[in-house]
């Protein structure tokens, strides 16, 4: 089983909402740099928000800024899973969206937030907003 699955993309129209979730396996759960990322067609991952297993709250980019009250990311431990909760969505949100981890929790603040830094992704989900 891949280390990381992610699940709950779709297509919404204009203002609708999903909750991705994300999968952890073989890892220890307990202190995960746990990463979202979004991929559109001909451009890069873009880092939607970062969060910390063990604590600590989340971290939304500047440019996410605009999508922080739209965006929430929350997590069940039982589980070991991370859900993006993603509210009245656009169609530029439209996307193919990753989750992915690193072990390393002292590099867990916005300060670190980049996709190099993330060594274990998952296959991805997509989303897709129609007007």
Same mark, same amino acid.
């Given at each position: $089983? ?10 919404? $129209?204009?203002?609708?909402?999903? %909750? ?9 759960? +307990? ?5 979202? =990322? ?6 890069? %991952?873009?880092?939607?928000? $970062? =969060? /910390? @297993?063990?604590?600590?709250?989340? #971290? ?5 800024? &605009? %999508?922080? &009250?739209? #965006?929430?990311?929350? +997590? &069940? ?6 859900? /993006? $909760?993603?509210?009245? /969505? ?11 981890? +690193? ?9 670190? =937030?980049?996709?190099? /830094? ?6 991805? @989900? %997509? ?5």
């Amino acid at each position: $089983q891949p280390p990381l699955i992610e699940s709950g993309g779709g297509s919404v $129209q204009t203002g609708g909402s999903l %909750r991705l979730s994300c999968v952890i396996s073989g890892y220890d759960y +307990h202190n995960l740099c746990m990463g979202w =990322f979004r991929q559109t067609p001909g451009s890069g %991952r873009e880092g939607v928000a $970062q =969060f /910390l @297993t063990g604590g600590g709250g989340t #971290f939304y980019p500047a440019s996410m800024k &605009d %999508r922080k &009250d739209r #965006f929430t990311v929350s +997590h &069940d431990r039982a589980k070991k899973t991370v859900y /993006l $909760q993603m509210d009245n /969505l656009t169609p530029d949100d439209t996307a193919l969206y990753f989750c992915a981890a +690193h072990g390393a929790p002292e590099y867990c603040s916005g300060d670190y =937030f980049r996709e190099g /830094l993330f060594g274990v992704w998952g296959p991805g @989900t %997509r989303v897709t907003v129609s007007s």
